[in-house]
């Protein structure tokens, strides 16, 4: 079964408004998660790094009062996509990495803005 | 910094043929290589991963050798059935890093 939850599974959004997608870790603890972004036909591109209880570390180019990512909970890590744009839509996805050093995925999110 | 350069698609291949996606990567150091493999409407599933050089990294019937000479790292598989129809992902990470370096994805796609 899933590892990692990722919710909704496809969204579509007014342009202006904001969209939250939730990453799960089930029956495991994550202190750490990671968001990732990829547009048609291009590689997966890491956004940020989620941390439980404290600021997620933004990759370079991100803006982060636009992507806001809240890790409130050991199993709970969420990306709010604010005032989206056309431009936003993408294939959102999010990982955790458990003992062993194995990461596992969410189903990833597809977001549209129209 | 850290690239992966993957075989671009999609690819079309008949039930039972020889399979080879090809990836290299740039990396600084001795990094880990991972093959992921995304089936319809799921999540990124690891299918193998290699750790160090000459490394094989196998998983149903899929193989992949680390060749640090050719900083390569091909995907292969001798008889390919519909079911592996999906998009694969060719993948990095540095020493001690859990974050990936992803390639572009191939999308393979098998015919009965």
């Known amino acids: 079964g899933a590892v990692v939850s990722q919710h909704p599974s496809r969204v579509i959004c007014k342009s202006g408004t904001s969209v939250k997608i939730e990453c799960r870790s089930l029956?495991?603890?994550?202190?750490?998660m990671f968001w990732y972004r990829q547009f048609p036909k291009q590689s997966l591109m890491l956004m940020a790094t989620?941390?439980?209880?404290?600021?997620?570390?933004?990759e370079q180019g991100v803006e982060k009062d636009k992507f806001l990512i809240n890790h409130a909970s050991l199993t709970l890590s969420t990306l709010t996509v604010t005032s989206a744009h056309p431009e936003d839509s993408s294939f959102y996805i999010c990982s955790a990495n458990i003992a062993g050093n194995t990461i596992y995925f969410g189903e990833g999110s597809w977001l549209t803005v129209v | 910094g850290d690239s992966v350069t993957q075989m671009e698609g999609p690819v079309t291949l008949s039930e039972e043929a020889f399979l080879t996606i090809n990836c290299t990567y740039t990396?600084?150091?001795?990094?880990?290589l991972f093959w992921y493999v995304q089936y319809p409407g799921e999540g990124l599933q690891l299918l193998l991963k290699?750790?160090?050089?000459?490394d094989k990294g196998s998983n149903k019937g899929f193989e992949a050798t680390y060749r640090k000479e050719t900083t390569s790292f091909h995907l292969e598989k001798g008889s390919v059935q519909v079911s592996d129809s999906a998009v694969y992902f060719c993948?990095?990470?540095?020493?001690?890093?859990?974050?990936?370096?992803f390639g572009t994805g191939t999308r393979l796609t098998i015919i009965p």
């Open positions: 993948a990095l990470t540095a020493r001690g890093n859990e974050k990936l370096t």
């Open positions: 990396a600084t150091g001795y990094p880990s």
């Open positions: 029956d495991f603890q994550a202190t750490t």
């Open positions: 989620s941390n439980e209880g404290s600021k997620a570390t933004y």
């Open positions: 290699a750790t160090k050089a000459d």
